[in-house]
C-alpha cells in the first residue's frame, strides 16, 4: 500500500540546515545589493533635487553620473550601506522566528496569518537598526553632484488558477515583482517625503509643503523610473535566491516533500 507524500507549502525554519541557510542568505544579499545600487543611488538623487534641475530622469541620470564621476560615483556610499545587510538579517531571522513561535507556542497554522504578524514585527526590527544606516547611505549617495545643493497572497492566488506541474518557484518569482509594483506605486509619495527628511532634517510638515510647492502632483511620479527598476528587479532577484537558499538548506527529511 502506497501513501501520497503531502508537499510542504512553506518551508519553515526548523526544515532548514541553518549552516547553510544564514551565509548563503548574506551572500545572496551582498550579490544582489551589488547589483542593484546604482539604481537605488539614482532614485535618491532624483527624489531629492529640485524639479529637474540636474537630471531629467533615470537614465539621463545614469549617464551623468557615469560621465561626471565615474563607476565609483554610482556606487557612492556602497560600503555604508552593505552594513544593512545585518538589519536585513535580522528581519529575515525575526519573520522566520515569529511564524515558528505562533505555530510552535500558540497553535496559530493560517500562513497568511502567520505572515502577517511576523511581517509587522520583522519590519519593527529591520527598519529600527537600518534607518541610521539609511541616513548615512543617502548623504553620501549625494555627495559629487553637480549644479545642486544639497511576499505570501500573492503565491497563494497564483497557485490557485495554474496547473500543478508550474515550479512553485517561478509563482515566487512572477509574485515578488508584482508586489514590487504595487508597492512602488502605492508608496513613491511617501518615499520621497522620508528621502527629504532624512537628508535635509526637514520636519514633516515642512518637507510636504516644500514638495507640493516645488512639484505639484508630480510628487506622485518622482523618481519613481528608477524606484520601479530597483524595485521589481530586487523583487524578482531576492524571491528567486531566497527560495532557492531555503530548498538548498532543506533537511534532507523534507527533501521529498519540497516542490520547485
Not at 537614465?59 to 545587510?85: H, M, P, T
Not at 535580522?90 to 497568511?112: Q, V
Not at 492566488?157 to 502605492?186: D, E, F, H, K, N
Not at 528567486?240 to 516533500?257: A, F, N
Request: glycine share 10%; charged share 20%; proline share 3%.
Amino acid at each position: 500500500m502506497s501513501f501520497e507524500v503531502e508537499e510542504i507549502q512553506v518551508i519553515e525554519l526548523k526544515m532548514m540546515d541553518k549552516r547553510k541557510y544564514f551565509p548563503l542568505t548574506l551572500a545572496s544579499g551582498l550579490t544582489i545589493r551589488s547589483m542593484l545600487y546604482p539604481f537605488m543611488l539614482i532614485k535618491t538623487r532624483l527624489q531629492i533635487q529640485r524639479g529637474h534641475t540636474v537630471y531629467r530622469g533615470t537614465f539621463d541620470a545614469l549617464f551623468k553620473i557615469g560621465a561626471n564621476e565615474g563607476v565609483s560615483g554610482l556606487y557612492r556610499g556602497f560600503w555604508v550601506s552593505c552594513l544593512q545587510l545585518f538589519p536585513s538579517m535580522a528581519y529575515i531571522s525575526t519573520y522566520e522566528g515569529t511564524r515558528h513561535y505562533l505555530a510552535e507556542h500558540m497553535n496559530i497554522m493560517d500562513n497568511s496569518v502567520r505572515s502577517f504578524i511576523g511581517g509587522g514585527f520583522a519590519s519593527l526590527v529591520g527598519q529600527t537598526l537600518a534607518v541610521p544606516l539609511d541616513i548615512v547611505t543617502q548623504h553620501l549617495m549625494l555627495m559629487g553632484r553637480r549644479g545642486e545643493k544639497k511576499p505570501g497572497e500573492c503565491v497563494g492566488m497564483l497557485a490557485s488558477v495554474t496547473p500543478v506541474y508550474v515550479p512553485r518557484l517561478l509563482l515566487q518569482v512572477v509574485a515578488g515583482p508584482l508586489g514590487g509594483i504595487s508597492s512602488a506605486l502605492i508608496t513613491n509619495p511617501i518615499d520621497v517625503i522620508r528621502a527629504r527628511i532624512q537628508v535635509e532634517g526637514t520636519k514633516f510638515g515642512e518637507t510636504v509643503d516644500l514638495l507640493w510647492k516645488e512639484e505639484g502632483m508630480w510628487i506622485m511620479t518622482k523618481g519613481l523610473s528608477a524606484r520601479l527598476v530597483q524595485s521589481v528587479t530586487f523583487s524578482f532577484f531576492i524571491i528567486l535566491g531566497y527560495e532557492t537558499i531555503k530548498r538548498w538548506s532543506v533537511l534532507e527529511e523534507y527533501k521529498d516533500r519540497i516542490r520547485w
